[in-house]
Structure formats: C-alpha cells, structure tokens
C-alpha cells in the first residue's frame, strides 16, 4: 500500500495537499514533483483509495505525519509562501509548530474572528501568515499531545474571549449583535 504511484511517494503526496491547502496551485505542485497534471491527478485518485482502502488506517497515519512535517521533503523547496501583513518579521508558522500555547491561542483567535462575523481563516492569514493549512499541520502535531488537552482548552477558552473582547473594542462585534427577539 505505500509504494509509490507513478513516483509520487506518500510523502510526495501529504507534502502537495499541505501546499494546495496554503494556495499553490496544481501546475506549482507539478513542477516542484516534476510531473505533467494527469500522472499527478492519476496519483492523487489512487492516494485517496489506498487511504479508503487501508483498514490498518497506516497510511493515514504516515499521511498525518508527513502532512505536519511538509517542509522536510525537500521536492517543495522551491515552494515560498506569502507571510501575509505579517510586518513583525516573526515567524509565527513555526511558532504555532512549536509553541503549544501559541498553538491554542491561535485557534482561539480564529474562532473569536468567527464569532464576531470575520472570516476567521483570512483573518489569521492577514495578521500573522498563519494559513488554514499551517493551522492544520500543527493541529496534527498538537492533537496527539492528549496530557494536557483540558490545560490547553481551557487557555484556548480564555485566549478566544481576550480576542473576542479585543473585536468588540475594534468595532466588530458579535455576529449575532443585530438580532432582535
């Protein structure tokens, strides 16, 4: 089940569905393989049944890993992100990789942005160059650290409500502000 698919490893394969979910297009992901777009959709299909296939769920599994790990395949070099408005020069993709708090501040941030009618995922991008798909990488490394999943809910739980209240002195308010009973 790993070998690879027209020599697009497992690896090659989580590696471009992290960069497709950071805005790369399909010829980008492509050109970083050094493949023509049907043996990279081809790949891409029997992926996807080799994964729906696999009740062991190891290829899931080294998926997750890889998909977390993107910048170690070095077929993506190539591959630079926008940092966003992120005008502090700090790196806080690898930030939300390494730093759990971070982490969990973060998507306490997204879901405040959500709640007080912002598009959560823009707004992260805008402000700190942190993508859907680096929240997602780094949910995959942080998700299995289960020791202190209440500790870092509960500091998710009160980062939301800074940011929320943060929102609401900008002028954002809730989502739900306008209703009237």
Known sequence: MLEPIHGITLEDYACSAYFLSNGFSEDDI??????????????????????????????????????????????????KKDSGNNSTG????????????????????QQAAYESGLDGAAWLQQNFGISIGDMSSAAMKHMSNTANMAQ??????????????????????????????
């Open 30 to 79: 492509c050109k970083a393989l050094g493949v023509e777009r049907p043996i990279f959709d081809e790949a891409n299909q029997i992926w996807i049944k080799r994964m729906q296939e696999d009740q062991t769920m190891a290829v899931m599994s080294l998926y997750s890993q890889y998909f977390a790990n993107p910048t170690a395949n070095t077929k993506f070099s190539s591959l």
């Open 90 to 109: 700090e790196d806080f993709v690898s930030k939300i990789q390494n730093d759990i708090k971070f982490y969990y501040e973060m998507q306490g941030a």
């Open 152 to 181: 870092m809910m509960t500091h998710m739980e009160a980062k939301k409500h800074e940011y929320l209240k943060k929102f609401a002195e900008q002028g954002e308010g809730n989502i739900a502000d306008d209703v009237e009973f």
